[in-house]
Antibody
Framework: QVQLQESGPGLVKPSETLSLSCSVS????????WSWIRQSPGQGLEWIGY???????KYNPSLKSRVTISIDTSTNQFSLRMTSVTAADTAVYYC????????????????????????WGHGALVTVSS | DIVMTQSPDSLAVSLGERATINCKSS????????????LAWYQQKPGQPPTLLIY???TRESGVPDRFSGSGSGTDFTLTISSLQAEDVAVYSC?????????FGQGTKLEIK
């Protein structure tokens, strides 16, 4: 059973950069998508972005200009970096694994598709405040 | 972005009774080439992360009790708990994975009456 654990500072000052890491244990990162999702106090879930194990990324357009997700499969970790944070970025940040399915394109190549999130970390509360 | 709207926002049901939560998407989630609906349901108990209950709108994740079922197609979906147990108190959220950005409903809080 894969396990995910977020780590990073719980307090970030406005205009500074939020950095979180997610450690993945009991499993390989290969063949999966790795996502960041956040939940503001009393609010619903917001998908931030993902990174495929190959390093390809996709971000929520609402955050794309401020977000970078990176991966290090040799250490079984992936990371989130969010710049120029404001109080609106105060949230619990979750890392999660995305389970892909594969489709064949016209050339017969297997193309992965990001689906549901089947394993989640416990979450890390990040407060943006001076 | 695809907007996911759940109803009701909160629900109180007696133990042993049926609980029904609805999820409506602003766009069709049925991919006609494979006849699959790109919708998942999650359960989030207080102080815990979400856990996957159902994917493809109606396929139960391994280990999920069979009192949980999902139905619907296109833009309208339902999560049903056939006989509510005390441990089912949680917030339930739907999520579309038809297209990025992957969006969630606002959540439905389920309590015991």
């Amino acid at each position: 059973q894969v396990q995910l654990q977020e780590s990073g500072p719980g307090l970030v000052k406005p205009s500074e950069t939020l950095s979180l890491s997610c450690s993945v244990s009991s499993g390989s990162m290969n063949d999966y998508y790795w996502s960041w999702i956040r939940q503001s106090p009393g609010q619903g879930l917001e998908w931030i972005g993902y990174i495929y194990y190959t390093g390809s990324t996709k971000y929520n357009p609402s955050l794309k200009s401020r977000v970078t997700i990176s991966i290090d499969t040799s250490t079984n970790q992936f990371s989130l970096r969010m710049t120029s944070v404001t109080a609106a970025d105060t949230a619990v940040y979750y890392c999660a694994r995305g389970d892909p399915t594969y489709y064949s394109n016209s050339s017969g190549r297997q193309i992965p598709w990001h689906n549901w999130l089947d394993s989640w970390g416990h979450g890390a509360l990040v407060t943006v405040s001076s | 972005d695809i907007v996911m709207t759940q109803s009701p926002d909160s629900l109180a049901v007696s133990l042993g009774e049926r609980a029904t939560i609805n999820c409506k998407s602003s766009q069709n989630l049925l991919y006609t080439s494979n006849n699959k609906n790109y919708l998942a349901w999650y359960q989030q108990k207080p102080g815990q992360p979400p856990t996957l209950l159902i994917y493809w709108a109606s396929t139960r994740e391994s280990g999920v009790p069979d009192r949980f079922s999902g139905s619907g197609s296109g833009t309208d979906f339902t999560l049903t708990i056939s006989s509510l147990q005390a441990e089912d108190v949680a917030v339930y959220s739907c999520q579309q994975y038809y297209t990025s950005p992957y969006t969630f409903g606002q959540g439905t809080k389920l309590e015991i009456k």
